[in-house]
């Protein structure tokens, strides 16, 4: 049973005259205890998914669904009040950058204490609840890795690196114990020892406490190493979906193919300084987008069939849309 | 292959100076010597604030040194260049050019892309300018780009092409070395193996020496000669890719090997 499930999700940018589609059909499902992947690069939509889950965006978006449910609650029909209790609670996100993300007129340590929610904090006077709550912020912000805690919770955003900014948004998002975090490019410009701590850190918490995690990236490596199952989105369509241990074997599909492609260490027999296989051309822009399948103008297998919109086919739990998909010639 | 260019006893150093209640800090680089060979391409890897993106600008020239020595095409003169020698430092922004971090947010957004090619051109050379267009759109077509695009602004192209415009803006007065300060970070994932493959081919076009510095140990396993592991202003250790990766010395190079070596699937380390 999915926690968060999403099916045919439409969303449409009113700009006067023309409307434009920037997500097409998009399905995503996060189960209980599970690590999801949604890979896609900029433009794609990745971002405009988080958004729409979490309802933060503005008028001018008009979202269509099938389905967009939370435990079984349609979220669309939700009141705002309710809504809002559910993302307070439940699903916490980290925003992609965290300069612009934080409050700049307050310390990070205010910030930190003020999204800790009231349940937690122990003792009957106030003196005592500002300091378990001081000690449970001090404690969240070790978890995360950060090592100078006095420094750090008495700085405003405008003084600290932007590592320390994530891994602070990071903080934030795990203090309520939420069940559901949705981390969008977390480790974007971290360091590698950095990020495979932020990393362990979230299958730790995902085995012990089995929070789901929505990963929204497009760093593979991260993903490949940490996820159990990937999502890949490429112009606002869903492209393949499946197990990650799957679509790492056989990807269908050749935009992922190009994907896992463009990481030059999950191939050893590369040799050092050879050309790496890649899809010509670059990401169409919302104005410009190709009819039928959006990879079309760059796909190296696209045919005549490829102007009409490929429906999604499934084999097993792997979920795919493409004409000519790879590997299917063994079958 | 020989030497290129040599870095002796290059020192930066950064003071901010004490004040009331407040103690001071003190940064310093180096000193740093370093040898660069031909068509040679070195990475510079190592945490955040380690100095890196300030060797960077030291190499270039966007920041002065305060001593140290570089050796260009056995050319010296002295790092940190003053009003005088006018000429040393022409030569230098003539033969080390430098790729931006944010290719994006370093170009004029109110030109023209012809016109920013042109800046370095006119600045640094005197050619005409009937001379220099043609060579501006042979360098556009060099970097893959169409001869129409000099009559762009910034905001038609994508991150892909304005990473272009950022290397033929470096490529432009036909540098001897090109100094990169995370030329891949910002990029995606197909868009970013073109631009390595583009590196790979002017590299061999031109024997252009390349350093850059990046977070991705992917690509520099891929495409470095060498690595220089840098840890609070200083090289700790420095070698072929294939001795770092397989045999780390330093603890803080262990550290980032390892933290990489545990991302990548186990049955291609072997």
């Not at chain 1, 939370?70 to 559910?86: C, F, H, I």
């Not at chain 2, 040194?65 to 056995?74: A, E, H, M, R, Y």
């Not at chain 2, 910002?186 to 350093?211: C, H, W, Y």
Request: proline residues 6%; aromatic residues 6%.
């Amino acid at each position: 049973m999915p926690m968060l499930d999403i099916k045919n999700l439409t969303l449409e940018l009113n700009t006067g005259d023309t409307t434009i589609k920037a997500l097409d059909k998009v399905n995503l499902s996060v189960s209980t205890g599970e690590i999801r992947a949604l890979v896609g690069e900029s433009g794609s939509g990745k971002s405009l998914i988080v958004s729409a889950i979490c309802g933060a965006l503005s008028n001018q978006w008009t979202i269509k669904a099938d389905r967009m449910s939370w435990n079984g609650e349609n979220l669309l029909g939700m009141s705002k009040y309710q809504r809002r209790e559910v993302m307070r609670r439940d699903i916490a996100v980290v925003f992609q950058n965290p300069q612009a993300s934080l409050d700049p007129s307050a310390t990070l340590g205010e910030q930190l204490e003020e999204s800790i929610p009231e349940e937690f904090v122990e003792g009957t006077w106030f003196w005592q609840r500002a300091q378990h709550r001081k000690r449970i912020a001090k404690s969240t912000v070790h978890k995360v890795g950060i090592k100078h805690h006095q420094h750090y919770l008495n700085a405003y955003p405008h003084q600290i690196p932007s590592d320390i900014g994530q891994k602070f948004m990071i903080a934030m998002a795990l203090v309520s114990q939420p069940k559901l975090l949705i981390a969008d490019d977390p480790t974007r410009g971290m360091e590698p020892t950095t990020k495979t701590q932020i990393l362990k850190l979230f299958t730790r918490l995902n085995q012990t406490r089995s929070l789901s995690i929505l990963f929204v990236s497009h760093d593979l490596l991260a993903i490949a190493s940490m996820s159990h199952s990937m999502t890949v989105l490429y112009a606002g369509q869903t492209v393949e979906s499946g197990k990650m241990k799957h679509i790492k074997k056989r990807p269908l599909h050749p935009y992922t193919k190009a994907l896992l492609d463009s990481a030059p260490s999950f191939r050893k027999d590369l040799p050092p300084k050879s050309h790496l296989p890649t899809l010509g051309g670059s990401i169409p822009t919302l104005q410009h987008l190709p009819i039928g399948c959006r990879l079309g103008p760059r796909c190296p297998r696209a045919q005549r069939a490829c102007v009409s919109t490929p429906t999604v086919r499934r084999i097993h739990d792997h979920n795919y849309s493409c004409h000519f998909p790879l590997h299917m010639e063994k079958l | 292959m020989s030497d290129i260019m040599q870095v002796d006893q290059l020192t930066f150093i950064h003071n901010k100076k004490k004040r009331w209640l407040k103690r001071p800090e003190i940064f310093q680089l180096g000193p740093i010597d370093l040898t660069v060979k031909r068509g040679e391409t070195i990475a510079i890897i190592g945490e955040n604030r380690a100095g890196k993106s300030l060797l960077a600008k030291l190499l270039v020239g966007g920041l002065p040194p305060d001593s140290g020595d570089i050796v260009l095409n056995s050319h010296k003169y002295a790092a940190k260049y003053t009003r005088k020698d006018k000429d040393a430092k022409q030569k230098r922004t003539h033969d080390i050019r430098m790729i931006l971090q944010h290719s994006s947010e370093s170009m004029n957004p109110a030109v023209p892309v012809g016109k920013v090619l042109d800046e370095p051109l006119r600045l640094n050379t005197s050619l005409s300018e009937a001379e220099r267009k043609p060579l501006i759109e042979e360098t556009l077509t060099k970097v893959g780009l169409l001869r129409e695009h000099y009559y762009f602004y910034r905001h038609m192209l994508s991150d892909g092409q304005q990473q272009r415009v950022a290397l033929a803006r470096a490529i432009m007065l036909q540098p001897k070395v090109l100094v990169a300060d995370e030329p891949f970070a910002a990029l995606d994932p197909t868009i970013r193996s073109q631009t390595v493959n583009l590196i790979l081919k002017l590299q061999q076009e031109m024997g252009l020496a390349f350093i850059f510095i990046s977070h991705n140990l992917g690509i520099v396993r891929h495409i470095a000669d060498r690595i220089i592991v840098m840890e609070n202003g200083e090289i700790i250790e420095e070698g072929k890719t294939e001795t770092i990766f397989r045999w780390p010395q330093h603890v803080t190079t262990k550290k980032l090997v390892t933290a990489y070596q545990s991302l990548v699937p186990q049955h291609t380390i072997r």
